[in-house]
Each structure stands twice: as structure tokens, then as C-alpha cells.
């Protein structure tokens, strides 16, 4: 962990060091150019500058040239320690400069600068220590321009931030970049056009998508193996209102606190409405229709249920963040913290054969974080020590047990107790909560949940919030691009493509149609006079799983040429055979 | 038509008298009592009084006696024109009557008073010639009391209202006695309750039921049944967002002219958000979202579409009247009306087949209107006399042609066309309109939807709106009192009870439980022991379609004894047999 957390800052420290290496050689080039600032980012770094006359990407030849150049010259930096007069004077014709430097001294900090070979930059330091030696000079390459407000105000003049990217090695840089590349033709925003699984519309809203029939099939496949999946592990599915009296919000302490990414209430007559922001506080109420008995207990209530948050626009990618999903949402009201540690065993059961159905690897595709409380912060953390020590084990315990991936993170918990959070690398390679398993020790007593035990008393239980996959939208949009449109049989919108070489074949072509429809496969039948190459090729665009060819041949031996996206020519075959393989591999869900 | 007109205003006479003939009886036991007004109502009649001291229903068979008793010696209504003065005068100590007197007086119309027996009252006539003759002594009965303020406004005083039934013989009144009673028991806010189906919760708010896993069970295999048969049917289902922009209701004209039912506005940034009272506008945005082709026509785009509309809280009934519903919604965007004409005989294909299903006979359980348009009233529908009567006619063809039982109903299109209205009959009797079929030649045009033709020229189609099923809320409540609870094997929540004599046959039983469930049968297991009777009659109570019993001959066997809701005990079956047969009743859906 020492040395990875080393790893990390070395890395930095290269990639900080090569934005002052852009700046000195963007100066060279053009000398009137007004630097500003230049961190280290994730792979890589950027600068801002004020040119005299605009650039483009046109110029990155000539200037990674430059700083290659420069590279070779530079052994060292140099700190140099001064006043904030001298580096008044330094950088007089830079008022960018100048208000850094007024406000280093504001905080009351000492003005630094570094240089290295002709360069010298106000700088608080973190390079490496011999540039020419520590950088490799082909393991970065400049990125991309793009306009930058200074100091992110948009009251501020407008920049020009030119991206580097920077690695240890040469391969690095092309692993990246070749990743990059591969995830622009996975992006489930450019496929999910290319293939015309939804689209979006101004005049209903930013972040709101339409799903069209292909999309839709896609999505409803996904919700009907979730829900029958949990209804046979013991869920019991409910439906609840999207939307509900403020009333109740208020109850359950997410309003006014969630208010920021709540919508606002619709009044009508003498009450205000909400559009859920969460479904506890509706599964609760289903609870307290009755009272309960430890025989009922553990109940897991679970629902396909909308969500309404509002998110900034600027926020909004297209599947991935929207401003209202459908989350795979379910609440298990345990009797004691034993019973709830082991309903966190089969959700987690649950988890991992979902993603396995996926094909998702633990450790490669996701693994889990446990995420912990901080007793010194009740502010952030309901204050209940022996609650947060006695959950905080159980979670720990269920993850050893089950020899789980998994890493810990302090003071990462939700205000009501511990939860596991399930991370996921997507094919940009950034790792994301992707949703999570959360025990709660607080509610329960807020919404007066209750049971009357074995022993005749009236006890308290636990709740487990957990989701089995997340958002229906966000699963979608990473199943998307881990596929890359190219969806196992059982998900694809289209199963199977009819193709008829002539349209002397369209009558046998039909009746195959017929049987595979009445089968219920989605099949489509491509009969148009357009020659069987341009037909297969569209198949092939489209991604369909399977396509059919039908001829002379074909009709004659009353059977069908099979070819598949993912394994080609598969040879005739009669269409009994042919459904019952298709219905086989829907069954497996390969 | 005639005659049953001449019938009903019969029927109204009688019922008018026998209010008399209740004021005058309530008069001779309480003199002290003020009568205030008494209708004729449908299926009955009513009387206001003030009543010196409180009565009830324990009162209503002396009240019936006194009734009788006087019925005998009415042998006419006498009519008597009275002055103002005199009127006022032999009702001084009734200040209702009086006000009654001023009013009839501002009016400018005369006072008249009837007189039948000893009884006296102010009244406009409307009466039978011979009480003692045209009224069966047998054929009225007292139903309910029942607080009534005067004029119907809280401001005023309470009253007491006094409701009676009357038909014309005994058979007809108890024929209707014994439908409310069966209604009664079918009500499916009853069985809702009685068999744990949905619950509402006054923190979320009225209207808007909770589902619980029962009911939820229902839902979503009837949503499923649905939707898998429009597939089949060619219908492209897809899902909308539930919430768009307020612009988008003003493109389509829906706001602010549906304003009073729609929902405010939710307002978040700059924008404003509606929660969508119909699916129309969303469907059409997303046919909007490329050039169309007449090759992709008809186009059927479907959703189970939630739908908010805010109905007053008085108006709100179970789950036939809530504030928000799933409609099982369509648009077919047809080219021309030739091919509207033929997706409306597919459309109403669908209907019959969905009603065969639930055991509806087309002319008993529901019928069709059609609504037509008003060329005189441009107002109310939209000004365009050949498309009127190019729609109207073609409606009434696929009616005729398919010699489908229907009414014509004049004035009573939607603005933009006409429509045919699902007519049902409820089981209280009353006939309501379940959902429509509507022909579209407004929003096309407003929408600015069109398609390339063969020709090249690019056209503008025709719209069908239309419902498959109508609202799931609405049809559930239909169901469960057309069912009187007992739902048929494939909406059964719990298909198959497993009841087992004493614990030692437990384990067994379980065996039996788990191979069913894996077959996907919804299962439950009473191991409780509590002795066989009492499980079985838990069983009926519930409900449930099927339950086995399973005691030592069963166990020894290798066997389960299998009794039926329907059909009482089948005997002696294997687990395989069992299962087979139950898989055969729900694929059938019988």
C-alpha cells in the first residue's frame, strides 16, 4: 500500500513537472503568451494560458517537439525562495500572476519559485528531481485544447487549457490511448444512437430519456430477470407511489437535508406532493399496514421504482446520471444484527450472480468497499458507538467470510450506519460506486418499526437498504459498452435477421418468420431486393446475435444457413434445431 | 323508447309518493318533527327531517308499519292552490318550508300543495293517480339514515335523511337487494383489505395505493399478459419519461386547457416540469426523433404509462378513482384513414380477445359507443366537416362489419375525432365507459407529424389513440369484483397451498413446496399445528385456487391429495401430474 501511495505521488510529481515543460515550451514559441496555472491531473496534466493569438491542435507537433527539446536540458529544479516584491517585479506583466502571489501572502504562506533549464514558474513545488532523467520523453503526448474560465468563473476572462497526458513508459501512454480509443467506440451515448436504443428530446427535458422499442426490449429483459430472480430468493415485489406528501419526507428526515436534489413540491389544493427522491420511506408504510410478527421477519420488500433527483445540467451524461432512474430497490427488515448479516450474505449471493450472468469478474470487474462510520463526527455519523462497533463487525465478518474482494474506507458510511459499497471499473477504465448494500440502525426507530418477538415483546429490528444491480439506466448504459452493443441472445432488441437471397425466397423466408415469432424470438425479416452481401452487412452493423440465410438451396433442403455475430458460419440447419438452440442459449443467458 | 320513458317517469311517481307517504308516517310517530324536501332517486327516494329527538334504523320497521298501514287509505294526490300568505301560513312553525315558500315565490312560479290521506305537503307534483292502487305494499323498503345538511352547505343545520328503496314489484326490489349485497361482498375495497391485495397510507397521501406483494403479484401478471400480447400483435412497447416540460403540454394543447386535472408545476431552475397527464405527446417525440418512411407505418407505439391526474379528495373510490394510474396506452400513426380503419378493427381484435380472457361476453359485460362529433358546435370539436365524416364513417363500417354490439351516441367525441367508448357494466350494476379507441386528425397536424410516401411527397398521418385494457388500477377493481376474489390460477397471488395433517409429514410437504417453486409455482407452505380443518378453511378464507394435503397415506404413496376452490376434492396425484396440470391451467389462463 507504502509503495503504490509512492508509486502515486512519483507520478505526479512527472506529470506536474511536464506542465511546466509545456509552458516553457509554449513561451519559446510564442513569447507573448501569459502562463496562469498548471497542475498534475489524472493521467496526465494541463495548463492554462492567455495567447496573444488563438492556437490549435494543428500546433501540438511543434510544441511537444519543443518540449522534448527542452527535456533533454533539464537536470534539475531549483527552488528559489523570494519576497512577494521580487516576485512582483518577475512577473509584472502577468496579472494572473500577480493575484497569486497577493494571494499566497493573504493565506500568510512564503512565495516560491522553481526553475528549471531558462523556466521559472511560481510554483509551490512536487517535481521530480532530474527531469531529463525521470521523464520518459516519449511516454506522454498532448491531449487537447479546450477554452477554461480563470479560476472557473465564468465572470473571468476565457483561457486556452491545453491537456497533456503523461505515463511512467511509452507503453502506458499507447495502453491508455488505445483504451481511450476503444471506450469512444464502446460510449453507450454514440452506440446507443448508432443502434437506436433511445434518444432524448428538448421539449421533454434534458436528462430524461425515451427508450424506443429496441432500447425498451433491452430494459424490460433486464427488469424481468431481476424481478423473478429476487421473487425466488424470497423478495417480495410491491408497487409504491413515485410520489408522495411532503408529509412524509419530512418523516423520514430527508427533507429539508436531501432538499438540494429533491424536485420542488407541487402544491395543490392545501398539501404539497414530492417526487421521490427514495423509496424507504414508501416501504416502511407498507410495513406499518400491520402489525408484525418474528414470523414474518426477514421481510424483503423490493420494487422496480422510479427515482426523481435533479441534477445540475451540466451533470447529465446520457444514461449515466439523468434526472430520473429506475433503481432495482429493495429493504430488508431484519429481527437482530445476526439475521441481518446474513441477509447482507444473500444480497451479496445475489449480486454476484447477477454480474456473473454479465460475465463480471471479481477483483477484475468489481469488488467491494467497506465503507466505515467515524465516531468522533456525530454530526455526520448518528451517534450510537456500540451500534456503528456491533454493525461495522458484522459487515467485516460477512465479507471475510466469503473471502471477498474488498478494501475499507473510513468515514465513508451513510449517516444511519456501515454499508458495502460495489465498486466497478467501466471501460474507461474509472472506478465508480455503482450502487450498495447499507445497514441501518437509525430508521427503524424514526418510522417506529416494529415486531413483536418469540417472547411476546415489542422489539426494534434492523433495515437493509440494498439495490441487486442499481439503476436500471446506469446498468444499461455499462452493459452497453462491457458488450459493445453486441448483446448476449437473451438481451438483444433483435435475436435473429431473416435474409432471402432472392425475393423468390421471400415465401420460405416468411414462414420461418412465422415460427420463430410465434416462438416468441425477435426476429425480423430483411426481405428486401437488395442483394444478400448489403443484408448481411446491415445484420452485421446492427450487431444481431444471428442471421439466416435463405436460397435456392435453402428452400430446397427445407433449412436454413445459420451464421453468428460472434462465431460465423455455422452451416444449415432445420428451424427445429434452429429454435431450440436459440432457446437453449436464451434459458442460459450465454 | 317511448314506452320505457312513459316506464321510468312511472317508477319516478311511484318513488316521489312514497316519500309523502314517509314524511306523513315519520309525522304521525314524531309530530314534533320538521319535514323539510323528499325526491324521487334512482332506485329509491329519500326525506330530509329535523327530528326533535335522534332516530335509527332500529326505528325503520315501525316507520315501514305506519307506512303501510297509511298507504291503504291514499287513494289520490289532491292538488290545492294556495296564496303565498296561506302557504306560509299552515307551515309557520317550519322555517324550512318557508324558505322553500320564498324561493318558489322569487321564482315567480305558484305554490301548490298535495294532498294525500290526512298529509299535507308543499310540493310541485309528479305523484301515482292511487297510492293504495298503483303502489305494491311490498315492493318499497327503508335502506339507510344518514346525516344531510339543509341545501347540502355545512353552513347550515344538520339534518336527518331517511333512505328508501322502491320498485315496482317485490321481485324487482329484492333482485337489487340481493346485487348490493353480492356488490357488497365483491366490493373490491372489501376484498382489497380482506385478502391483503393494497393498502393506502395517509402520510403518502390519498389516492394513491400501495401495493403489497398480493397485490403486486396480480399487477404484474396481468401488466405482463398485456404487454407480451401487444408484442405479438406488432405493438412496439417503449417507455417515456413520466415528468417533461410544461412546454411540451403547450405544443400539444393540453396546458392550460387541462389545467384544473393536471398536477402543478414543478419548478426547478429556470424551467418548469409537469407530471404528465397522457401519453400522447411523449409518443409523439419519439416518432419525431427521425424522418419516417410509409413502409414503418402503421406504427404501433405502446407503454404502460403512468398517468397523473388530480382528482378532488371526495371523488377518490379505492383504486377505481386515484391520483395516479397506469394506463395500458397506445398510438398507432396510421397512413391514411383506410389503414386507421384497419388498425382500429385490430385495436377492438385485441380488446375481444383481453375481455375472452377475463370470461367477458361481448352485449352482457361490455358494449361499444360510438361517439360522434357536432358539426354545429366548433367550439368543442375541431372545424372540419370531411374529416368528421370521413372518421365517423369509417368507424361506423368497422363496427357494422364486425357486427360488434353498439350504441351511437351523439355529441360525445373527443375534439380532435371521434371515438368508440368501451362500455362495462360493474356489479353494482351500473354501466361506465372503461376506456376508448379515438380517431386523431387534429394532433397530427399540431405536431407537425409526417412520413415520406411511395411517391415521394411527404404526407401527414392519422393518429388512433387507444387502450387495450384501460387503467390497471381500474381493471384490477374490476377483477376482483368480477372474480368476487377468486382470481383464476395465473393471477392467483398464491397458486397452491401446501397443508400438511401434522408436523411429522413436514418434510415431506417442503419437498413438495420446493419442487413446485422451482417449477416457478407460487407457493405457500402451512406447517403450522393448528389440525388440518383449520388450515383448509384458512386456505378457502384466502382464497387460493388449489391447496394439498398431505398426511401419512400421501406420504406413503409418494403422492398429494389435491383439493380445488372450484371443483371441491380431485383426489389422489403425483408431484409431476400436479405440476403439469397446473402449468396446462396457466398457460391457458382459464
Request: glycine fraction near 6%; hydrophobic fraction near 35%; proline fraction near 4%.
Amino acid at each position: 500500500m507504502m509503495a503504490h501511495m509512492a508509486d502515486k505521488q512519483h507520478m505526479e510529481h512527472i506529470r506536474h513537472s511536464l506542465a511546466h515543460l509545456l509552458a516553457a515550451a509554449v513561451l519559446e514559441l510564442w513569447p507573448e503568451t501569459k502562463p496562469t496555472i498548471g497542475p498534475a491531473i489524472e493521467n496526465g496534466f494541463y495548463y492554462d494560458f492567455e495567447f496573444a493569438s488563438p492556437i490549435s491542435d494543428k500546433d501540438f507537433p511543434k510544441i511537444e517537439q519543443k518540449m522534448r527539446e527542452l527535456l533533454k536540458t533539464w537536470k534539475s529544479f531549483e527552488k528559489i525562495d523570494v519576497t512577494p516584491e521580487e516576485a512582483k517585479e518577475k512577473f509584472k506583466n502577468n496579472p494572473y500572476k500577480l493575484e497569486l502571489i497577493d494571494e499566497i501572502v493573504g493565506k500568510g504562506e512564503k512565495v516560491t519559485l522553481y526553475k528549471s533549464g531558462e523556466f521559472t514558474d511560481l510554483c509551490r513545488g512536487g517535481h521530480v528531481e532530474n527531469p531529463s532523467k525521470d521523464i520518459s520523453s516519449n511516454a506522454f503526448k498532448l491531449d487537447r485544447i479546450a477554452g477554461a474560465y480563470w479560476r472557473g468563473s465564468e465572470k473571468n476572462k476565457m483561457l486556452t487549457r491545453i491537456y497533456g497526458l503523461a505515463f511512467e513508459s511509452k507503453e502506458e501512454l499507447e495502453g491508455y490511448i488505445k483504451m481511450q480509443e476503444e471506450a469512444e467506440k464502446r460510449d453507450h451515448r454514440k452506440l446507443g444512437k448508432d443502434l437506436g436504443l433511445f434518444v432524448f428530446s428538448d421539449i421533454v427535458g434534458k436528462g430524461l430519456p425515451l427508450w424506443t422499442e429496441k432500447g425498451a426490449t433491452i430494459r424490460r429483459e433486464l427488469e424481468r430477470f431481476i424481478v423473478d430472480e429476487e421473487i425466488k430468493r424470497g423478495y417480495k415485489h410491491v408497487y409504491t407511489p413515485d410520489i408522495a406528501k411532503i408529509d412524509l419526507y419530512k418523516k423520514s428526515g430527508h427533507y429539508p437535508y436531501y432538499k438540494d436534489s429533491m424536485y420542488a413540491p407541487i402544491k395543490v389544493d392545501e398539501e404539497e406532493f414530492m417526487l421521490r427522491p427514495m423509496t424507504c420511506p414508501h416501504h416502511f408504510e407498507l410495513y406499518l399496514s400491520q402489525p408484525r410478527s418474528y414470523r414474518e421477519l426477514p421481510m424483503r420488500i423490493a420494487e422496480l421504482a422510479k427515482l426523481y433527483r435533479y441534477e445540475q445540467s451540466g451533470e447529465l451524461t446520457g444514461l449515466i446520471r439523468v434526472r430520473s432512474f429506475c433503481l432495482a430497490d429493495a429493504h430488508i427488515i431484519a429481527k437482530d444484527p445476526e439475521q441481518a448479516a446474513d441477509e447482507v450474505h444473500k444480497a451479496l449471493d445475489l449480486i454476484e450472480y447477477i454480474a456473473q450472468t454479465f460475465g463480471l469478474k471479481m477483483g477484475e470487474h468489481y469488488w467491494y468497499q467497506l465503507s466505515l462510520g467515524d465516531r468522533t463526527n456525530p454530526d455526520k455519523y448518528f451517534k450510537n458507538d456500540a451500534a456503528w462497533d456491533e454493525a461495522e463487525n458484522r459487515l467485516r465478518e460477512v465479507l471475510q467470510k466469503r473471502n471477498a474482494h474488498f478494501v475499507e474506507a473510513p468515514a465513508e458510511a451513510a449517516f444511519y450506519g456501515p454499508k458495502i459499497d460495489i465498486q466497478m471499473k467501466n471501460v474507461r477504465g474509472k472506478d465508480d460506486t455503482a450502487f450498495t448494500v447499507q445497514y441501518d440502525f437509525v430508521m427503524p426507530e424514526r418510522f417506529n418499526l416494529t415486531y413483536t418477538d418469540k417472547d411476546g415483546l415489542e422489539k426494534q429490528p434492523i433495515v437493509i437498504h440494498r439495490s441487486s444491480i442499481g439503476a436500471i439506466e446506469r446498468v444499461i448504459a455499462f452493459l452497453i459498452e462491457h458488450y459493445a452493443g453486441n448483446f448476449p441472445l437473451w438481451l438483444a432488441p433483435v435475436q435473429v435477421k431473416v435474409l432471402s437471397v432472392r425475393d423468390t425466397h421471400n415465401e420460405f423466408a416468411q414462414k420461418v418468420v412465422e415460427t420463430l415469432r410465434k416462438a416468441s424470438i425477435r426476429v425480423e425479416f430483411d426481405g428486401n431486393d437488395e442483394g444478400l452481401g448489403k443484408k448481411v452487412r446491415a445484420a452485421k452493423v446492427e450487431k444481431v446475435p444471428y442471421w439466416l440465410v435463405i436460397g435456392d438451396k435453402e428452400v430446397e433442403a427445407n433449412k436454413v444457413t445459420l451464421e453468428s455475430r460472434d462465431h460465423g458460419q455455422l452451416g444449415q440447419i432445420s428451424t427445429e434445431e434452429l429454435l431450440s438452440k436459440l432457446q437453449e442459449e436464451i434459458k442460459n443467458k450465454k
